[in-house]
Protein backbone atom coordinates (compact mmCIF):
# COMPACT_ATOMS: atom_id res chain seq x y z
CA UNK A 1 0.00 0.00 0.00
CA UNK A 2 1.53 3.23 -1.18
CA UNK A 3 2.34 6.03 1.35
CA UNK A 4 1.33 9.56 0.98
CA UNK A 5 2.29 12.17 3.34
CA UNK A 6 0.52 15.53 4.56
CA UNK A 7 2.21 18.07 6.46
CA UNK A 8 0.52 21.46 6.74
CA UNK A 9 2.99 24.44 6.29
CA UNK A 10 1.93 27.84 6.34
CA UNK A 11 4.41 30.29 4.46
CA UNK A 12 8.38 29.76 2.92
CA UNK A 13 10.09 30.75 6.30
CA UNK A 14 13.27 29.12 5.85
CA UNK A 15 13.34 27.28 8.87
CA UNK A 16 9.92 26.10 9.43
CA UNK A 17 9.56 25.13 5.36
CA UNK A 18 12.57 22.90 6.07
CA UNK A 19 10.94 21.35 9.10
CA UNK A 20 8.29 21.01 7.25
CA UNK A 21 9.53 19.04 4.40
CA UNK A 22 11.64 16.85 6.04
CA UNK A 23 8.34 15.61 8.24
CA UNK A 24 6.77 15.27 5.02
CA UNK A 25 9.44 12.57 3.83
CA UNK A 26 10.45 11.38 7.21
CA UNK A 27 6.45 10.27 7.45
CA UNK A 28 7.19 7.82 4.84
CA UNK A 29 10.73 6.34 5.28
CA UNK A 30 13.19 9.28 5.60
CA UNK A 31 15.41 10.92 3.12
CA UNK A 32 17.97 7.38 3.60
CA UNK A 33 15.02 5.57 2.12
CA UNK A 34 15.26 7.39 -1.19
CA UNK A 35 19.06 9.25 -1.23
CA UNK A 36 22.39 7.01 -0.18
CA UNK A 37 25.64 8.62 0.67
CA UNK A 38 27.63 9.64 -2.72
CA UNK A 39 24.38 9.49 -4.75
CA UNK A 40 23.69 12.22 -7.34
CA UNK A 41 20.28 13.47 -6.91
CA UNK A 42 18.65 15.51 -9.63
CA UNK A 43 15.67 17.50 -8.60
CA UNK A 44 13.18 18.42 -11.21
CA UNK A 45 10.70 21.57 -9.88
CA UNK A 46 7.97 22.52 -12.24
CA UNK A 47 10.12 25.90 -13.99
CA UNK A 48 6.94 26.50 -16.29
CA UNK A 49 8.13 29.97 -17.74
CA UNK A 50 9.86 33.36 -16.03
CA UNK A 51 7.48 34.10 -13.11
CA UNK A 52 7.82 35.61 -9.80
CA UNK A 53 7.76 33.02 -6.78
CA UNK A 54 4.45 35.11 -5.20
CA UNK A 55 2.50 34.12 -8.51
CA UNK A 56 2.50 30.51 -7.62
CA UNK A 57 3.42 29.35 -11.40
CA UNK A 58 6.38 27.40 -10.13
CA UNK A 59 8.45 25.61 -7.69
CA UNK A 60 9.16 27.79 -5.00
CA UNK A 61 12.90 28.68 -4.79
CA UNK A 62 12.68 28.55 -0.91
CA UNK A 63 10.62 25.18 -1.63
CA UNK A 64 13.33 23.77 -3.64
CA UNK A 65 16.49 25.08 -1.37
CA UNK A 66 14.35 23.15 1.50
CA UNK A 67 14.98 19.97 -0.57
CA UNK A 68 18.72 20.48 -1.56
CA UNK A 69 19.22 20.65 2.07
CA UNK A 70 17.23 18.22 2.92
CA UNK A 71 18.99 15.59 0.53
CA UNK A 72 22.57 17.03 0.96
CA UNK A 73 21.64 15.78 4.90
CA UNK A 74 21.56 12.45 3.25
CA UNK A 75 25.15 12.59 1.52
CA UNK A 76 23.92 13.58 -2.00
CA UNK A 77 25.37 15.56 -4.75
CA UNK A 78 22.48 17.79 -5.64
CA UNK A 79 21.38 18.71 -9.14
CA UNK A 80 18.56 20.91 -10.25
CA UNK A 81 17.08 20.74 -13.58
CA UNK A 82 14.26 21.55 -15.73
CA UNK A 83 13.06 22.81 -19.67
CA UNK A 84 10.44 24.84 -19.75
CA UNK A 85 8.51 25.55 -23.10
CA UNK A 86 8.97 27.69 -25.58
CA UNK A 87 12.25 29.39 -26.54
CA UNK A 88 12.93 30.15 -23.10
CA UNK A 89 16.46 30.52 -21.98
CA UNK A 90 16.79 28.18 -19.04
CA UNK A 91 19.80 30.33 -17.96
CA UNK A 92 17.64 33.62 -17.96
CA UNK A 93 15.04 31.69 -16.45
CA UNK A 94 17.28 29.96 -13.89
CA UNK A 95 18.64 33.76 -12.86
CA UNK A 96 15.08 35.54 -12.92
CA UNK A 97 13.17 32.93 -10.70
CA UNK A 98 16.01 32.95 -8.49
CA UNK A 99 16.72 29.38 -8.48
CA UNK A 100 20.53 30.31 -9.70
CA UNK A 101 20.98 32.11 -6.28
CA UNK A 102 20.08 29.30 -4.41
CA UNK A 103 22.29 26.71 -6.50
CA UNK A 104 24.90 28.67 -5.54
CA UNK A 105 24.26 28.94 -1.82
CA UNK A 106 23.08 25.88 -0.99
CA UNK A 107 26.02 24.49 -3.47
CA UNK A 108 23.94 22.31 -5.68
CA UNK A 109 24.69 22.40 -9.51
CA UNK A 110 22.55 23.31 -11.90
CA UNK A 111 22.08 21.37 -15.22
CA UNK A 112 20.72 22.01 -18.68
CA UNK A 113 19.10 19.38 -20.61
CA UNK A 114 20.95 19.85 -24.08
CA UNK A 115 21.74 16.07 -24.48
CA UNK A 116 19.06 13.92 -25.29
CA UNK A 117 18.52 9.83 -24.90
CA UNK A 118 15.46 8.30 -26.97
CA UNK A 119 13.50 5.99 -24.90
CA UNK A 120 10.58 3.74 -25.89
CA UNK A 121 10.88 6.85 -29.39
CA UNK A 122 10.42 9.66 -26.82
CA UNK A 123 13.52 12.03 -26.65
CA UNK A 124 14.28 12.44 -22.88
CA UNK A 125 17.10 14.52 -20.87
CA UNK A 126 20.46 12.26 -21.01
CA UNK A 127 20.90 13.41 -17.73
CA UNK A 128 18.32 10.86 -16.21
CA UNK A 129 20.90 8.07 -17.22
CA UNK A 130 23.60 9.90 -15.52
CA UNK A 131 21.90 10.24 -12.26
CA UNK A 132 21.01 7.71 -9.36
CA UNK A 133 17.79 9.56 -8.01
CA UNK A 134 15.09 11.93 -9.73
CA UNK A 135 12.98 13.62 -7.36
CA UNK A 136 10.06 15.94 -8.66
CA UNK A 137 8.91 18.74 -7.11
CA UNK A 138 5.40 19.72 -8.91
CA UNK A 139 3.84 22.71 -8.37
CA UNK A 140 -0.07 22.15 -7.50
CA UNK A 141 -2.03 23.94 -9.93
CA UNK A 142 -5.35 23.97 -11.81
CA UNK A 143 -4.95 23.17 -15.59
CA UNK A 144 -7.83 23.94 -18.19
CA UNK A 145 -7.90 20.97 -19.97
CA UNK A 146 -6.69 18.46 -17.54
CA UNK A 147 -8.55 20.40 -13.87
CA UNK A 148 -4.69 19.50 -11.85
CA UNK A 149 -1.17 19.87 -12.90
CA UNK A 150 1.21 17.69 -10.25
CA UNK A 151 3.14 14.79 -9.87
CA UNK A 152 2.26 13.08 -12.51
CA UNK A 153 2.51 15.98 -15.47
CA UNK A 154 5.81 17.30 -13.76
CA UNK A 155 7.78 14.51 -15.94
CA UNK A 156 6.57 15.93 -18.85
CA UNK A 157 9.85 18.69 -18.00
CA UNK A 158 12.16 15.51 -18.75
CA UNK A 159 11.20 16.36 -22.35
CA UNK A 160 13.56 18.79 -23.70
CA UNK A 161 12.56 22.24 -24.78
CA UNK A 162 11.05 22.12 -28.43
CA UNK A 163 10.94 18.38 -28.04
CA UNK A 164 7.01 18.57 -26.04
CA UNK A 165 6.14 20.84 -29.23
CA UNK A 166 6.27 17.55 -31.46
CA UNK A 167 4.75 15.65 -28.99
CA UNK A 168 1.52 18.16 -28.43
CA UNK A 169 1.60 17.34 -32.10
CA UNK A 170 1.21 13.48 -32.14
CA UNK A 171 -1.50 13.88 -29.07
CA UNK A 172 -3.96 16.27 -30.60
CA UNK A 173 -6.26 16.11 -27.84
CA UNK A 174 -6.20 16.49 -24.42
CA UNK A 175 -7.05 12.35 -23.42
CA UNK A 176 -4.77 11.47 -26.44
CA UNK A 177 -2.14 13.59 -24.34
CA UNK A 178 -3.24 12.21 -20.99
CA UNK A 179 -2.11 8.74 -22.46
CA UNK A 180 1.13 10.06 -23.60
CA UNK A 181 1.98 11.76 -20.30
CA UNK A 182 1.06 8.09 -18.82
CA UNK A 183 3.95 6.27 -21.23
CA UNK A 184 6.52 9.36 -19.87
CA UNK A 185 5.69 8.73 -16.40
CA UNK A 186 6.39 4.90 -16.75
CA UNK A 187 9.55 5.47 -18.44
CA UNK A 188 10.60 8.15 -16.03
CA UNK A 189 9.05 6.75 -12.46
CA UNK A 190 10.52 9.55 -10.23
CA UNK A 191 12.17 7.75 -6.79
CA UNK A 192 9.95 10.36 -4.64
CA UNK A 193 7.90 13.38 -5.01
CA UNK A 194 7.48 16.37 -2.89
CA UNK A 195 4.59 18.68 -3.76
CA UNK A 196 5.09 22.52 -3.36
CA UNK A 197 1.16 22.98 -2.26
CA UNK A 198 1.93 25.64 0.04
CA UNK A 199 0.76 28.13 -2.27
CA UNK A 200 -0.82 26.85 -4.89
CA UNK A 201 -2.61 28.15 -7.80
CA UNK A 202 -6.48 28.01 -8.07
CA UNK A 203 -8.95 28.99 -11.25
CA UNK A 204 -7.53 29.75 -14.77
CA UNK A 205 -4.06 27.87 -14.06
CA UNK A 206 -1.49 26.73 -15.34
CA UNK A 207 -0.18 30.15 -15.43
CA UNK A 208 -3.25 33.08 -15.76
CA UNK A 209 -4.62 31.93 -12.15
CA UNK A 210 -4.81 33.00 -8.62
CA UNK A 211 -2.44 32.03 -5.68
CA UNK A 212 -4.16 29.84 -3.16
CA UNK A 213 -2.80 29.66 0.11
CA UNK A 214 -3.61 25.73 0.47
CA UNK A 215 -0.70 25.56 3.12
CA UNK A 216 0.36 22.17 2.51
CA UNK A 217 3.41 19.80 1.78
CA UNK A 218 2.57 16.42 0.00
CA UNK A 219 5.39 14.01 -0.93
CA UNK A 220 5.03 9.84 -1.78
CA UNK A 221 6.93 7.33 -4.27
CA UNK A 222 3.76 6.74 -5.81
CA UNK A 223 3.10 10.16 -7.80
CA UNK A 224 -0.46 8.73 -8.77
CA UNK A 225 -1.09 8.16 -5.41
CA UNK A 226 -0.04 11.75 -4.93
CA UNK A 227 -2.28 13.32 -7.59
CA UNK A 228 -5.34 11.22 -6.04
CA UNK A 229 -4.96 13.00 -2.71
CA UNK A 230 -4.86 16.45 -4.18
CA UNK A 231 -7.76 16.12 -5.96
CA UNK A 232 -9.79 14.53 -3.06
CA UNK A 233 -8.57 17.78 -1.27
CA UNK A 234 -10.06 20.26 -3.28
CA UNK A 235 -12.90 18.44 -3.69
CA UNK A 236 -12.75 16.64 -6.63
CA UNK A 237 -12.89 12.63 -8.13
CA UNK A 238 -9.73 11.89 -8.70
CA UNK A 239 -10.27 9.54 -11.68
CA UNK A 240 -11.86 12.66 -12.88
CA UNK A 241 -8.46 13.72 -13.77
CA UNK A 242 -7.10 11.96 -16.81
CA UNK A 243 -3.60 11.83 -16.49
CA UNK A 244 -4.60 10.11 -13.00
CA UNK A 245 -6.81 7.95 -14.61
CA UNK A 246 -4.46 6.85 -17.35
CA UNK A 247 -1.66 5.82 -14.88
CA UNK A 248 -3.62 4.62 -12.66
CA UNK A 249 -5.56 2.18 -15.34
CA UNK A 250 -1.76 1.34 -16.60
CA UNK A 251 -0.41 0.13 -13.07
CA UNK A 252 1.56 2.46 -13.18
CA UNK A 253 0.10 3.77 -9.00
CA UNK A 254 -2.62 3.80 -6.94
CA UNK A 255 -5.56 6.62 -7.28
CA UNK A 256 -8.36 4.25 -4.88
CA UNK A 257 -8.11 6.59 -1.67
CA UNK A 258 -8.86 2.87 0.44
CA UNK A 259 -5.37 1.76 -1.08
CA UNK A 260 -3.89 4.63 0.00
CA UNK A 261 -2.08 5.35 3.56
CA UNK A 262 -2.55 8.88 4.53
CA UNK A 263 0.05 10.24 6.51
CA UNK A 264 -0.12 13.32 8.72
CA UNK A 265 -3.27 15.47 8.38
CA UNK A 266 -6.23 13.07 8.11
CA UNK A 267 -7.80 14.80 4.81
CA UNK A 268 -10.93 15.73 5.74
CA UNK A 269 -9.11 18.05 8.27
CA UNK A 270 -7.57 20.02 5.15
CA UNK A 271 -10.10 19.53 2.46
CA UNK A 272 -10.94 23.04 1.37
CA UNK A 273 -14.43 23.93 -0.60
CA UNK A 274 -13.54 27.21 -2.39
CA UNK A 275 -11.19 25.82 -4.43
CA UNK A 276 -11.77 27.36 -8.03
CA UNK A 277 -11.19 25.74 -11.20
CA UNK A 278 -10.85 26.96 -14.96
CA UNK A 279 -14.37 28.25 -15.55
CA UNK A 280 -14.18 25.93 -18.86
CA UNK A 281 -14.44 22.95 -16.79
CA UNK A 282 -17.86 23.94 -15.81
CA UNK A 283 -18.12 22.20 -19.04
CA UNK A 284 -17.34 18.58 -17.77
CA UNK A 285 -20.50 19.06 -15.11
CA UNK A 286 -22.48 18.36 -17.82
CA UNK A 287 -24.29 15.19 -19.08
CA UNK A 288 -22.00 13.74 -22.11
CA UNK A 289 -24.86 14.25 -24.38
CA UNK A 290 -24.85 17.75 -23.41
CA UNK A 291 -21.38 18.16 -23.73
CA UNK A 292 -21.41 16.55 -27.36
CA UNK A 293 -23.91 18.99 -28.43
CA UNK A 294 -22.59 22.29 -26.98
CA UNK A 295 -19.01 21.31 -28.38
CA UNK A 296 -20.22 20.84 -31.75
CA UNK A 297 -22.29 23.72 -31.93
CA UNK A 298 -19.97 26.17 -29.48
CA UNK A 299 -16.62 25.93 -30.54
CA UNK A 300 -13.44 26.25 -28.43
CA UNK A 301 -11.55 28.42 -29.31
CA UNK A 302 -7.68 30.48 -27.96
CA UNK A 303 -9.27 34.00 -27.10
CA UNK A 304 -6.96 37.06 -26.75
CA UNK A 305 -6.86 40.34 -24.50
CA UNK A 306 -5.52 42.99 -27.21
CA UNK A 307 -4.76 44.85 -23.93
CA UNK A 308 -2.16 42.94 -22.77
CA UNK A 309 -0.72 41.35 -25.70
CA UNK A 310 2.35 42.74 -27.04
CA UNK A 311 2.99 40.51 -29.89
CA UNK A 312 6.67 39.05 -28.36
CA UNK A 313 6.03 36.08 -30.51
CA UNK A 314 6.84 33.47 -27.80
CA UNK A 315 3.18 31.62 -28.85
CA UNK A 316 3.95 31.40 -32.52
CA UNK A 317 6.98 29.83 -31.27
CA UNK A 318 6.12 27.39 -29.16
CA UNK A 319 2.82 26.47 -31.34
CA UNK A 320 2.93 22.93 -32.77
CA UNK A 321 0.67 23.67 -35.33
CA UNK A 322 2.14 26.24 -36.78
CA UNK A 323 -1.31 27.95 -36.24
CA UNK A 324 -0.16 31.94 -35.35
CA UNK A 325 1.41 34.30 -36.74
CA UNK A 326 2.79 37.93 -35.76
CA UNK A 327 1.41 40.07 -38.35
CA UNK A 328 2.47 43.95 -38.07
CA UNK A 329 2.87 43.31 -34.45
CA UNK A 330 -0.51 42.04 -33.99
CA UNK A 331 -1.08 38.05 -33.17
CA UNK A 332 -2.99 36.17 -35.87
CA UNK A 333 -4.75 32.40 -35.50
CA UNK A 334 -6.02 29.97 -37.74
CA UNK A 335 -8.27 28.12 -35.15
CA UNK A 336 -8.73 25.49 -37.67
CA UNK A 337 -5.27 24.21 -37.14
CA UNK A 338 -5.53 24.84 -33.31
CA UNK A 339 -5.37 21.37 -31.26
CA UNK A 340 -5.87 23.22 -28.08
CA UNK A 341 -3.51 22.09 -26.73
CA UNK A 342 -2.96 25.51 -24.61
CA UNK A 343 0.70 25.94 -24.79
CA UNK A 344 0.57 29.17 -26.06
CA UNK A 345 -1.62 29.66 -22.93
CA UNK A 346 0.63 28.76 -20.80
CA UNK A 347 4.20 29.96 -21.89
CA UNK A 348 2.38 33.68 -22.36
CA UNK A 349 4.52 36.01 -20.03
CA UNK A 350 1.55 38.20 -20.33
CA UNK A 351 -1.00 35.60 -20.02
CA UNK A 352 -3.05 37.71 -22.67
CA UNK A 353 -4.34 34.41 -24.06
CA UNK A 354 -6.84 31.99 -22.44
CA UNK A 355 -9.33 29.42 -23.33
CA UNK A 356 -12.95 30.03 -23.90
CA UNK A 357 -16.28 29.23 -25.75
CA UNK A 358 -16.64 31.12 -29.51
CA UNK A 359 -20.58 31.74 -29.51
CA UNK A 360 -20.86 33.10 -32.66
CA UNK A 361 -20.41 30.80 -36.16
CA UNK A 362 -19.55 34.20 -38.03
CA UNK A 363 -16.49 35.14 -35.09
CA UNK A 364 -15.37 31.71 -35.58
CA UNK A 365 -14.94 31.97 -39.37
CA UNK A 366 -13.30 35.37 -38.81
CA UNK A 367 -10.95 33.91 -35.89
CA UNK A 368 -9.61 31.80 -38.66
CA UNK A 369 -8.05 34.62 -40.64
CA UNK A 370 -6.68 36.43 -37.69
CA UNK A 371 -7.80 37.82 -34.38
Known amino acids: MPQVSVVRCRDYDGGRLFSEVKKSVDLIGGIKRFVKPGQKVL ?7 IAAAPEAVT ?4 FIRAVVRLCKEGGARVLIGDSPGGMVKIGQLYEQNGI ?35 ISLPKFKTHS ?22 CHRQAPNHKVFAKMLAKIYGI ?19 SAGNPYPLGLVVASADAVAVDAVLAKIIGIDPLSVAT ?15 DIDICGEP ?4 AVKNFTLPKILALYRLPNGIIRNLVRFIPLIIGLDRDRCNACGMCKNICPQQAIEVVTARIKMNARRCILCLCCCEICPQNALYLRFLHRKKKYEKQNTGC
Open 59 to 62: THPE
Open 267 to 270: LESV
Open 100 to 134: AEIAQQENAELVKFDAIVHKEGIPFAKIMDEVDVV
Open 145 to 166: LTKITAAVKNVFGLVPGLYKVE
Open 244 to 258: TYETHSLGLGTAQLT
Open 188 to 206: VRPHLTIVDAVSAMDGEGP
Open 43 to 49: LKPNLLK
